[in-house]
């Protein structure tokens, strides 16, 4: 059974900093891209960041330079070290995997930005 679960997530300044993190289990993780998302209230779904098996990353134009991904194969995780936060940022983030046809996510984690 595949599991994702985010966690990292909590009530900032504007200015601050979070680091997220998903850990992924049942799955072959190291050949995977892995995909955050985030989602605001009344907002669609949007995606903030990839990072593909051998590392490469692409970024939301809205979070380029401030946000970063990484992962580590061996634990299977993926983190989302967010600097530079803004009210703008406030969302619920989700990690996202697609294997096997099917779409994987995570539960979520609430991240509020107070300015």
């Known amino acids: 059974q595949v599991r994702l679960v985010e966690s990292g997530g909590g009530l900032v300044q504007a200015g601050e900093s979070l680091r997220l993190s998903c850990a992924a289990s049942g799955i072959d993780f190291g050949i995977r891209t892995v995909n955050w998302h985030r989602q605001a209230p009344g907002k669609q779904r949007e995606l903030v960041a990839i990072i593909t098996s051998r590392g490469s990353t692409n970024y939301a134009g809205s979070v380029e330079g401030r946000f970063s991904i990484s992962r580590d194969n061996a634990k299977a995780t993926v983190a989302l070290q967010m600097n530079s936060l803004k009210p703008e940022d406030t969302a619920v983030y989700y990690c996202?995997?697609?294997?096997?046809?099917?779409?994987?996510w995570g539960q979520g984690t609430q991240v509020t930005v107070s300015s």
């Open positions: 996202n995997v697609d294997a096997w046809g099917k779409s994987y």
